[in-house]
């Protein structure tokens, strides 16, 4: 059985509709400025709304050229942020305090996740379906993410001990072979490649257990803010406007990102898939009062009390709403 996942960074380890026409600047301010766009990972549906941006040519109606730069094991997000030679990033925000932490720059501008994606996957006939049930369990999972499954623990007063932790490759193999009997992943992709093989399987999502820390962020340096806020608003408006269509139509943004990288390797039904699953992480109660991408105090305080768990002490200055609140009026 063959399970076509790529290993994530994280496991070293239509028609423009009424509601996004507010969202485009006059034509007068439409003079084509070139930036890059560093994502986090290597081309999917994950990125589907900045795809569907460029694919309508909301950053173009809104005076850019963005560039989207693809990320992997071998392109970290922050130094191009950093260097100035992207002006935003995609990162997360344990990432992003860790960087903070050692003197970076960062500011976070938006929340593309509303739910952080690290979720426990377990077999239907021997769930996971809450962090109690890890007590006698083994879990396969990268070492470099102890720090996850230790503030989950703490979070959910689950003796780790408890735990049996065996380091595996980021891969269902170990769990579908019987040698673990739950994964620490991501819900959009190794749950997605075991039900794209028919195998019936359970996600747990940490978020939903206590677990706060957010996902998908927009990083950008503190100098950018101050001297390239214009070419932030415009990023961050077609942005909202690529987003609210992939919720419109997940599909149609899966199709998209198949055509437009037909040599990535990316299999149509997975692609289909993914989108769906990362719907609710990316859109909620909050979002569609607010707007995408949108945060609130009470969100970033929980984060705080995650991060310091993590071992990665920050202040709510980390996050910066100013743009969003220019971007949403």
Known sequence: MTFR????????????????????????????????????WLH?????????????????????????LPGGPN????????AGTALVGISAADYTAAAVNQGAPFKIIGVAM??????????????VTSPADL????????????????ALCAINDVDIDQIEVVPTQYDPAPLVQGQVDCLLCW???????????????????LADHGYAVHSQTYIATEDSLANRRDELVALMKGEVMGWQDYKADPAAAAALTVEMFPDAGLDPDTQRLQAERQVPLMFSDLTEAEGFGWFTD?????????????????????????ILEEVHG
């Open 5 to 40: 996942t790529p290993t994530r960074r994280l496991f070293l380890g239509g028609a423009l509709t009424t509601a996004t026409a507010g969202l485009i600047l006059p034509r007068s301010a439409r003079a084509q400025e070139a930036v890059n766009f560093q994502l986090s």
């Open 44 to 68: 999917s549906v994950q990125f589907g709304g900045s795809y569907i941006a460029q694919d309508k040519g909301y950053w173009s109606d809104n005076g850019l050229e963005v560039s989207l």
């Open 75 to 82: 392109a970290p997000v922050e130094p191009p942020v950093v």
């Open 114 to 127: 509303q739910k952080n994606p690290f979720a426990i996957a377990s077999l239907a006939e021997n769930p």
């Open 135 to 150: 007590v006698g369990k083994k879990i396969g999972m990268a070492l470099a993410n102890m720090p996850v499954l230790e």
């Open 187 to 205: 819900a959009t992709d190794l749950p997605v490649a075991m039900e794209i093989q028919g195998i019936d399987n359970v996600t747990m999502l």
């Open 298 to 322: 009470e969100t970033v305080a929980a984060n705080i009390e995650t991060l310091e768990l993590l071992g990665k002490p920050v202040s709510a200055d980390l996050w910066d709403r100013s």
